[in-house]
């Protein structure tokens, strides 16, 4: 058989790629359309979230039997510098009962309360969550404005204006989340390659991995098989980007590497997807599997995060190994143009002995030890931060930065009312103890007074005191009964504090306790929070090791050895701890954070372990293909002249994209932007260029134990048949 018989046809050379060109184009024009629809499929509600174990949920739950409200309650806060005369609340009245014809405004609005002060009155507003939330909110609080008397603030807050909120926090995620990573990732791309078409070549990467995950998890959400969120759509958008654009900078190095070598394109292309074919599906498989660790968690957001992120890196990973090598093969040198490759022949990449990673791999095999016990230290000086991170939770109110109008409006409230007005304690409890759950809970510092449902009262519920339910009229009348559903009736206990207060915290968890031997549930805002921030801390205590377990099972099996993997993990684990302790005292001292949620180490270790031992493995694996040959010392060396400039091209794009998180005004996202950014850098200029490389040049081919490298080091089995070669001419 002749040599042009075994090569493919011109035609197939063209049309099998093309064909993967334009199935990644119909994939896109399929998902590009739901960018702006995943709000329709999404929801932020923290209730939402909760594990179905959780108290609050068990009382959210019954709380639907209880009354047909099922609205999102916004609390009305207007405020008067005198106060308020009777002619102003029959006013307040009035447009209240406007407000209530409102389209998105669910069942009755309430009366104006006034406070025990007379200077404010407080009232509420059932919104309907199906309907946009912040548009119902405003024509609420145009209607108020134009119908309230002169003089007299209105503020809106309570549930609905905490979700509206977060809602407009979330707004830029679909247009200036995107434009701002894709404008990094450009900038970066056009440095690295000096090249007009490639960079676009690797964005199309990116964008049509992305368009395609969100085809397919939209439609998943859509069918209830997943949960979206927000947090997780942007985490989702960012992680693409990120990944795929590493994943086409390995494969296009590679490629650049090998059309140095040969001439025909098609022989370049697949040598460049078989050489990166191996690291991109190892670091892929170690992110999915770490992902997936958090399909453990009690909380829906957590879990929900998993697949959905999962399947982000299955199709940046499909992009990078099928769209980027069509159409690099389609282009061939003409993508790297101005500075297309030029075929040298007996060109050999690791023999370059220049350059700025030339220089680097110098400095190690000159001091490794010195380097690496070196740079340890001053990593394990950055971790003694982490004891100043506060990851115990964040008030409601204080997960929005900027200006807010629903907590602008939760202080006034708590100026005029009890903090916890209109967002009470559920009590679930037996009929019987009724009177007996009341009184504990009126004996509770943090309790301003009690209620208990009752369709009976005119307003839906009756106070209820050491003395009983209480009547409403003149002595003599007779107390509302209350509804009672399946033996059970729900108390309201009103906070003295703010609802997503530290002190709220205190009296729920009181209740808690106090209210047990009567077989009460107690639910509510403030239980939300509790049970959320519980779950976060269980869920970072159990996730965390697993995820240790599985990527060091993962590199054991990659990289055929069990020291390295121990080694590689143990140092992005001390990257991790540096990186949150460095972040900690960031968001202490510079930017004055109101804490942090349980939830944010967890991501980071997730995020940051799982992709810091990206370039870990980018690294070790071609360390080890170049150990066969030259040895482990000198494939370190090699390895690190050859992957250096790529993998820190890679690192700077994962920590722009991160970093863009911070566009989005959410205290978490944020957070997490800075200590995966922060990390990822500390990583790619630290950890993978001198820290790794130093630690395994010190240790030498034993390493690789118990793989038989670790015995038979190809270099020195080379250099003893060296010697034992009779010299020329002999």
């Known amino acids: 058989m002749t040599s042009h018989s075994r090569s493919p046809r011109r035609w197939l050379r063209v049309l099998l790629p093309a064909v993967l060109v334009l199935v990644w184009l119909a994939g896109a024009g399929l998902g590009g359309p739901l960018f702006g629809k995943v709000e329709e499929v999404s929801s932020n509600d923290p209730a939402a979230y909760l594990p179905t174990s959780a108290e609050a949920t068990a009382v959210q739950d019954a709380q639907a039997d209880f009354s047909d409200a099922d609205g999102i309650p916004a609390i009305v806060v207007l405020v008067g510098t005198e106060p308020l005369t009777e002619a102003e609340l029959d006013q307040i009245a009035a447009a209240m009962a406007e407000v209530a014809d409102l389209p998105g405004v669910q069942g009755e609005t309430s009366p104006p309360i006034p406070s025990e002060d007379g200077l404010a009155a407080q009232a509420f507003v059932p919104i309907d969550g199906e309907a946009g939330i912040a548009d119902v909110l405003a024509e609420v609080e145009q209607v108020l404005s134009d119908e309230v008397p002169a003089g007299i603030e209105v503020y809106l807050t309570g549930p609905a204006g905490f979700t509206a909120d977060l809602a407009a926090g979330f707004a830029g995620i679909d247009g200036l989340l995107l434009a701002v990573a894709l404008a990094a990732v450009l900038v970066i791309l056009l440095a690295v390659y000096r090249s007009f078409l490639l960079p676009l070549v690797v964005l199309?990467?990116?964008?049509?991995?992305?368009?395609?995950?969100?085809?397919v998890v939209w439609w998943l959400a859509k069918w209830d098989v997943l949960m979206l969120s927000g947090q997780t759509q942007g985490i989702l958008f960012i992680l693409v980007i990120g990944a795929a654009t590493d994943y086409s900078l390995l494969l296009v190095a590679r490629y650049r590497e090998e059309l140095r070598s040969v001439e025909d394109k098609v022989v370049a292309t697949r040598r460049a997807v078989k050489g990166s074919v191996e690291p991109i599906l190892a670091s892929g498989g170690t992110v999915i599997a770490g992902l997936l660790c958090l399909l453990l968690s009690d909380l829906k957001s957590n879990s929900g995060l998993g697949p959905v992120a999962a399947i982000g890196i299955v199709f940046a990973m499909l992009s990078a190994l099928t769209f980027l090598p069509a159409a690099l093969l389609l282009l061939g040198r003409a993508a790297f143009w101005p500075r297309r490759p030029v075929f040298e022949e007996g060109h050999v990449s690791g023999d370059v002995t220049d350059g700025v990673w030339a220089r680097v791999a110098s400095f190690v095999q000159r001091r490794p030890r010195v380097i690496w016990l070196?740079?340890?230290?001053?990593?394990?000086?950055?971790?003694?931060?982490?004891?100043?991170?506060?990851?115990?939770?964040?008030?409601?109110?204080?997960?929005?930065?900027?200006?807010?109008?629903?907590?602008?409006?939760?202080?006034?409230?708590?100026?005029?009312?009890?903090?916890?007005?209109?967002?009470?304690?559920?009590?679930?409890?037996?009929?019987?103890?009724?009177?007996?759950?009341?009184?504990?809970?009126?004996?509770?510092?943090?309790?301003?007074?009690?209620?208990?449902?009752?369709?009976?009262?005119?307003?839906?519920?009756?106070?209820?005191?050491?003395?009983?339910?209480?009547?409403?009229?003149?002595?003599?009348?007779?107390?509302?009964?209350?509804?009672?559903?399946?033996?059970?009736?729900?108390?309201?206990?009103?906070?003295?504090?703010?609802?997503?207060?530290?002190?709220?915290?205190?009296?729920?968890?009181?209740?808690?306790?106090?209210?047990?031997?009567?077989?009460?549930?107690?639910?509510?805002?403030?239980?939300?929070?509790?049970?959320?921030?519980?779950?976060?801390?269980?869920?970072?205590?159990?996730?965390?090791?697993?995820?240790?377990?599985?990527?060091?099972?993962?590199?054991?099996l990659l990289l055929r050895s069990v020291l390295a993997p121990v080694l590689l993990l143990a140092t992005t684990v001390l990257s991790f701890g540096t990186a949150m302790g460095v972040a900690a005292l960031v968001f202490n001292g510079i930017f004055d954070f109101p804490g942090a949620d349980p939830a944010v180490?967890?991501?980071?270790?997730?995020?940051?372990?799982?992709?810091?031992?990206?370039?870990?493995?980018?690294?070790?694996?071609?360390?080890?293909?170049?150990?066969?040959?030259?040895?482990?010392?000198?494939?370190?060396?090699?390895?690190?002249?050859?992957?250096?400039?790529?993998?820190?091209?890679?690192?700077v794009v994962l920590a722009a994209t991160f970093a863009a998180l911070s566009v989005i005004p959410i205290l978490f996202l944020v957070q997490l932007a800075f200590i995966v950014a922060f990390g990822v850098l500390l990583d790619t200029f630290v950890v993978r260029s001198l820290l790794v490389p130093a630690l395994v040049h010190d240790v030498g081919r034993s390493v690789w134990w118990p793989s038989k490298l670790s015995r038979r080091d190809p270099a020195s089995v080379r250099g003893a048949e060296e010697r034992d070669r009779p010299e020329a001419g002999s």
């Open 601 to 651: 180490p967890l991501y980071g270790f997730v995020f940051l372990v799982a992709l810091g031992i990206d370039y870990n493995i980018f690294l070790m694996t071609r360390v080890r293909e170049e150990a066969l040959t030259h040895g482990t010392r000198e494939g370190v060396l090699r390895g690190l002249r050859i992957t250096g400039g790529v993998i820190t091209s890679a690192g």
């Open 374 to 556: 070196g740079t340890a230290a001053v990593l394990a000086l950055g971790t003694l931060g982490v004891t100043q991170l506060e990851a115990d939770g964040v008030p409601r109110s204080e997960l929005v930065l900027g200006s807010s109008q629903a907590r602008d409006g939760l202080e006034v409230l708590g100026e005029h009312f009890p903090g916890g007005s209109g967002q009470p304690a559920l009590v679930l409890v037996e009929e019987a103890a009724l009177q007996d759950a009341a009184e504990v809970a009126l004996a509770q510092d943090g309790v301003a007074n009690v209620s208990v449902l009752s369709s009976d009262s005119p307003s839906g519920s009756a106070p209820v005191t050491a003395e009983g339910i209480q009547a409403f009229g003149p002595p003599g009348t007779e107390p509302p009964a209350p509804t009672v559903v399946d033996g059970r009736v729900l108390l309201q206990a009103t906070l003295t504090d703010a609802p997503d207060s530290a002190e709220a915290s205190q009296t729920v968890r009181a209740l808690r306790t106090e209210l047990a031997p009567l077989g009460a549930l107690v639910g509510g805002e403030t239980a939300v929070a509790i049970d959320t921030n519980d779950a976060s801390i269980h869920d970072r205590n159990l996730i965390i090791p697993i995820v240790l377990l599985v990527i060091t099972g993962i590199l054991m």
């Open 204 to 215: 199309s990467t990116s964008m049509f991995a992305l368009c395609v995950a969100l085809l």
